[in-house]
Nanobody, 122 residues
Framework: VQLQASGGGLVQAGGSLRLSCAAS????????MGWFRQAPGKEREFVAR????????RYADSVKGRFTISRDNAKNTVSLQMYSLKPEDTAVYYC????????????????WGQGTQVTVSS
């Protein structure tokens, strides 16, 4: 099973990027998928998640209104459209599958992608 993230890069503040994650090895059409990020010197944090049908999404407060998560079950992919990027969005972004969250907002995932670097310059 592999999750391959792509689409990262260098962008100026206020710009946009679209991250994509392609899953292979099994279908994740019944799985909650998500995106997380880890900035230098910080712990990995939740960014967004989407349910199996794409009808329910959740976002971290820091990205709400600027990022949109979506999925295409036919293609076994999940995407993260990012608008109005800020320097504080700079991080390595990871896609994840079989995402679970508990009552304390602690996240776990069954599968992790390798990460893609997003750098936002001021």
């Amino acid at each position: 099973v592999q999750l391959q993230a792509s689409g990262g890069g260098l962008v100026q503040a206020g710009g946009s990027l679209r991250l994509s994650c392609a899953a292979s090895g099994r279908t994740f059409s019944g799985s909650v998928m998500g995106w997380f990020r880890q900035a230098p010197g910080k712990e990995r944090e939740f960014v967004a998640r989407i349910n199996w049908s794409g009808t329910i999404t959740r976002y971290a407060d820091s990205v709400k209104g600027r990022f949109t998560i979506s999925r295409d079950n036919a293609k076994n992919t999940v995407s993260l459209q990012m608008y109005s990027l800020k320097p504080e969005d700079t991080a390595v972004y990871y896609c994840a599958a079989d995402v679970k969250v508990d009552y304390s907002d602690s996240y776990q995932a069954g599968y992790w992608g390798q990460g893609t670097q997003v750098t936002v310059s001021s």
